[in-house]
């Protein structure tokens, strides 16, 4: 029996990463090799960075609250305790929302934070 190889199969296989490497600098883009330990990688850090890119957003939405709450007279700590205490669930990027568009509604939310 003839041996069957795998051209038509591994071209198709190595021209995926080819592809997909389009775009980056040097032989990254053209080489097979390079281009797939690139991808490879890329792919691992676009995994990692989805769930970084979570708690960025999250300190970026406590560093907003927390500046509001200063100018308002209180600290972030005492201001999410007392939400808490007056049983109001509403999260820290619809907070910091309001601190920005809303400086009326938030000064609510300290009243209520603070009473």
């Not at 090799?33 to 979570?54: L, P, Y």
């Not at 999250?58 to 201001?79: H, K, V």
């Amino acid at each position: 029996m003839a041996r069957i190889k795998g051209n038509v199969a591994g071209l198709r296989r190595r021209r995926k990463y080819v592809k997909a490497a389009k775009g980056q600098f040097g032989h990254r883009k053209s080489r097979y090799i390079q281009a797939r330990r690139s991808v490879i990688k890329g792919f691992t850090f676009a995994f990692r960075d989805r769930k970084v890119k979570k708690r960025h957003f999250r300190r970026l939405w406590i560093a907003r609250i927390n500046a509001a709450c200063r100018d308002a007279g209180i600290t972030y700590s005492r201001f999410i305790k007392g939400l808490s205490d007056a049983k109001i669930v509403i999260n820290r990027k619809m907070i910091s929302e309001l601190a920005i568009a809303s400086p009326a509604a938030f000064k609510q939310l300290v009243k209520i934070a603070k009473g």
